[in-house]
């Protein structure tokens, strides 16, 4: 089957840095998309990785390594707005199906 | 910015009625999904749909589900005899070419009375 794994919760203060973990079984893998989510929201892009290392966009960062089927999102000088559920999601070859992980709240305190 | 926009932001139903949920994806993206996300759980996906057909759909999209391309600029759900558990917010999603970012309409919530 398909499954990605992610903690369900994760506590952290402003300007601190988090790092929320996805380790994913699938079978034709393309890539491994990061979304945020706030409460009502709809998902919006993050990242992307499709080969292993680390991408940085501004604050946000993510990693990749396909021989571990393990990501990770890095957060760096948290703001209050950064208080959301953060989704990785596999993208399957050929297909474009997306299987999205369990989610991780972050909360932000001040 | 280009967006994808949904039709209705609301939609409440009787158990056993029919509902089609409306989405206008981005206009030069030809990759089109649906998703859908019970009340505090995980985006589960639906179904993606390439080329005027499906491209790949998951075990809950059976045939109770459709979706269609009517026309060039529209992107529907059909939900046929709703049931009390289809109760959720449902997304549309577009992406370009390349496949990798996707693009995610407001959602309409679905309230199955």
């Known amino acids: 089957g398909q499954s990605l794994e992610q903690p369900s919760e994760v506590t952290a203060v402003e300007g601190a840095i988090v790092q929320i973990n996805c380790t994913y079984q699938?079978?034709?893998?393309?890539?491994l998309s990061w979304y945020q989510q706030h409460d009502g929201g709809a998902p919006t892009f993050l990242s992307y990785?499709?080969?292993?290392g680390l991408e940085e966009t501004g604050r946000f960062s993510s990693f990749l390594s396909r021989s571990d089927s393990y990501g990770y999102l890095l957060l760096q000088e948290l703001q209050m707005k950064d208080s959301a559920s953060y989704f990785c999601?596999?993208?399957?070859?050929?297909?474009?199906?997306?299987?999205f992980g369990t989610g991780t709240r972050l909360k932000v305190l001040a | 910015e280009p967006e994808v926009t949904q039709t209705p932001s609301h939609q409440v139903t009787q158990m056993g009625q029919e509902v089609i949920l409306r989405c206008v994806p981005i206009?030069?993206?030809?990759?089109f999904y649906w998703y859908r996300q019970i009340l505090g759980q995980k985006v589960e996906f639906l179904v993606s749909?390439?080329?005027?057909?499906?491209?790949?759909k998951s075990e809950i999209f059976d045939d109770q589900f459709s979706v269609e391309r009517p026309d060039g600029s529209n992107f529907t759900l059909k939900i046929r005899s709703t049931k009390l558990e289809d109760s959720a917010m449902y997304f549309c999603?577009?992406?370009?070419?390349?496949?990798?970012?996707?693009?995610f309409g407001p959602g309409t919530r679905l309230t199955v009375l």
């Open positions: 999603a577009s992406s370009d070419p390349v496949g990798n970012e996707q693009f």
């Open positions: 699938t079978s034709g893998f393309y890539g």
């Open positions: 990785n499709a080969l292993d």
């Open positions: 999601a596999v993208i399957n070859k050929g297909t474009y199906k997306y299987i």
């Open positions: 206009s030069n993206h030809l990759y």
């Open positions: 749909f390439y080329n005027n057909e499906i491209s790949e």
